[in-house]
């Protein structure tokens, strides 16, 4: 299958500082790419869509101006948390699609674990 | 809107004994769905999906789901355990949105005992 690569796998930043998380789409060319918020022992979250050359489209409750997301290349999807504080600490993974569409599976990153202190 | 649900939070199985991971699922027309799997710490690894054709599919290490129309369910099944089965399963529903985002259920925990 089709593999994504997420960076970092860990991070642990200070409280009030930003932390920058990439997915790239290592054989494929994506679009669009997802990313999710996972807390501990619950589902993943959808935070926003990110489209590549546009901006993301945020999911309800999730702050734009916090989660920053820029999609600037079919292989490349970053998120940066910004003025990060405790509660942003989470696990955070991203997905992205194969060009073939809606019906084809999803392939994720490795998740990033991100905690702030 | 589209939804999963996954009434199980947790599935215990014997080793050998065949397990089922329950999963129903709301959309409008037709439902692409799937079945991730993730190990602690990880990214979710792809199982197996339904787009159209047979309504048995088979996917990875031994596992298949049964793609029920009048009851919207789409169970995962494997006839024989293994404790390396242990992990967390997610149902998931694609496509009829935009941008194709995939939505996940809650997720249901998985323990085979040896």
């Known amino acids: 299958g089709a593999v994504v690569s997420q960076h970092p796998s860990r991070v642990i930043c200070k409280s009030g500082t930003s932390v920058k998380i990439e997915c790239r789409s290592l054989?494929?060319?994506?679009?669009?790419m997802f990313w999710y918020r996972q807390f501990p022992k619950q589902s993943l979250m959808l935070m926003a869509t990110s489209n590549e050359g546009s901006k993301a489209t945020y999911e309800q409750g999730v702050e734009k101006d916090k989660f920053l997301i820029n999609h600037a290349s079919l292989t490349l999807s970053t998120l940066t948390v910004t003025s990060a504080h405790p509660e942003d600490s989470s696990f955070y993974i991203c997905s992205a699609r194969d060009y073939g569409g809606e019906n084809t599976e999803a392939f994720f990153g490795q998740g990033t674990r991100l905690t702030v202190v | 809107a589209q939804s999963v649900a996954q009434p199980e939070d947790q599935v215990n199985v014997a080793e050998g004994n065949p397990l089922t991971v329950k999963c129903t699922y709301s959309v409008s027309g037709n439902p692409y769905l799937f079945w991730y799997v993730q190990y602690p710490n990880r990214g979710l690894q792809f199982l197996l999906k339904y787009i159209t054709g047979d309504n048995l599919v088979k996917g990875s290490y031994g596992f298949e789901a049964e793609f029920n129309k009048s009851q919207t369910s789409f169970h995962l099944k494997k006839p024989s355990a293994l404790v390396s089965d242990s992990a967390l399963y997610f149902c998931?529903?694609?496509?009829?949105?935009?941008?194709?985002?995939?939505?996940f259920g809650a997720g249901t925990r998985l323990f085979v005992k040896a």
């Open positions: 054989d494929f060319q994506a679009t669009t």
């Open positions: 998931a529903v694609s496509g009829n949105t935009g941008g194709f985002k995939t939505i």
